[in-house]
Structures are given as C-alpha cells and as structure tokens.
C-alpha cells in the first residue's frame, strides 16, 4: 500500500502543490500588482478634519469662504466642507499642503501652527501612505472671545 501524502515522483502532495505553476503568482507581493491614485481632495479632508482636532483652531479658510460656507450648510441637503481652507498637490508618491486657519485669541500663534503641521503630517502620511514634503499654514484671522460668529443675514425673519 502506498501513502497517500505521496504522488507518482516521491515528493509528498504539498510540496508538489509549492512547485505548482498555478499555485504561484508571478510578479511578487499583491501591491505590486496593480496602481492606486489618491484624489486632491481625498488629501485635503484628511487634512482638513486633523487640523480642525488642533486645539487653538477656531475654525479653517478665509472669511470669505466661512461666510459661504455658512450658506451652504444652511441649505437643506447641504453638507459641511471639511476641505475648506486646505488645497493640496499630490502626485504618485508625494504630497504638498496649503492650509489657511482661523485661531483662538491667546494661544501662541507658533505653537498651533507646529501642533497642525504635525497632525496633518502623521494623519495623510499614515492614511495615504504618500510622503508629505510641505505643509504651508497662513493664519488668516484671530477669533476674539467677544466676536459672534460670522453667519450670513436670514433673508426669511
């Protein structure tokens, strides 16, 4: 009687199976089998959402924007931008940020920028996988703790 680990050459059935063409996968490893692509603004919500978990920032782009933004929450079926105030430039491996932030009054200027450069870094880094050469940050406002916020004249009272 013949074991049945065996086939006709002597070698046991896995290592048969090892030696297989069908077994193995020409061209290594499953991620080099393919590309992947990472839209702009794919980046820029990462990075909007980890600069907005920075204590300091108030809020994130120019007034301008804020105040459109305002309206465009307000309209029923319209979402928050979490990429307002972020614009990046990504290429295969890399990726370039522009940020533009509103602080808190008091807090220093200088920390939260390093703080937001940081968590922007780690988060698309660790996200994307891509390597992030540059985040710029302007600081294009202060709120003032007696400031009301800026929301858009109800035109319906």
Known sequence: MTDMSENRGGESETAAVRRSPLAKHSGGDAGSRGRTTIADGVVEKIAG????????????????????????????GGTKSVSRGVKAEVGEVQAALDLEIVVEYGVSIADVARDVRENVITAVERMTGLEVVEVNIAVSDVKLPDEEEEEPERRIQ
């Open 49 to 76: 959402l980890a600069a907005r978990d920075v204590d300091g920032v108030h809020a994130m782009g120019s007034g301008m924007s804020r105040t459109f933004g305002a309206v465009r929450d307000r309209v029923p």
